[in-house]
């Protein structure tokens, strides 16, 4: 009965850490894509 638990609390942090991943993924992508949108602008206005 124990091994049952110990695979539940494994599979809820596999699925936390999974989770997190994607997260920061997104976070960082929007980011990046900022940053680039930023570059972008300050790039059209040098040139005008």
């Given at each position: 009965?124990?091994?049952?638990f110990d695979w539940i609390i494994i599979d809820?942090?596999?699925?936390?850490?999974?989770?997190?991943?994607?997260?920061?993924?997104?976070?960082?992508?929007?980011?990046?894509?900022?940053?680039?949108?930023?570059?972008?602008?300050?790039?059209?206005?040098?040139?005008?």
């Open positions: 009965m124990a091994c049952y809820l942090a596999c699925a936390t850490a999974d989770l997190l991943n994607k997260v920061s993924y997104v976070t960082c992508d929007g980011e990046i894509r900022e940053i680039v949108s930023i570059k972008m602008s300050s790039l059209k206005y040098k040139n005008t």
